[in-house]
């Protein structure tokens, strides 16, 4: 391919984009989210993520990108660096903590991972049902 007169290099699927903003948009566009999606699991307006991917926009904090990543299924340093791979085999996924780590019996673990799987806004709605209930004991 030439461009100018000069070769150019083929642009590989992972390649590395240059700013934070590419990135977030390459991860949401890859997971096929909108801007209202991603917003809902992470747990912050539309707005806030449009911000995040203007090239003059604002960057998320730290527990906002690792919300976007696990959101997106994208790996958190690419992400936040554009280094390493986009993404992650599906085969290659151990999780660091395994929910029966921290229940009591199996019903607790399906809850945990069901809760775990739920967007964030949706998870503080639940907890405060559970806190509700768990007063009446």
Known sequence: MLVNGSRAT????????????ERIRR???LA??????????VG?????????ERRDGCYPSMPHLVAIAVATNVHL???GTGRGPVTMAAESWE?????????HDDLEAS???MLRR????????????????????
Request: charged letters at 20%.
């Open 10 to 21: 083929p642009v590989s699927s992972e390649c590395h984009l240059q700013t934070p903003a």
């Open 27 to 29: 991860a949401r566009t």
């Open 32 to 41: 096929s989210m909108s801007q209202r999606a991603l917003a809902e699991a």
């Open 44 to 52: 912050v307006k539309r707005s806030a993520v449009a911000q995040w």
């Open 77 to 79: 340093e690419w992400l």
């Open 95 to 103: 999780a660091a903590v395994r929910a029966t780590e921290f229940a």
């Open 111 to 113: 809850c945990l991972d």
């Open 118 to 137: 739920m967007p964030f806004h949706v998870r503080k709605q639940v907890a405060g049902v559970i806190e509700l209930i768990a007063r009446s004991f």
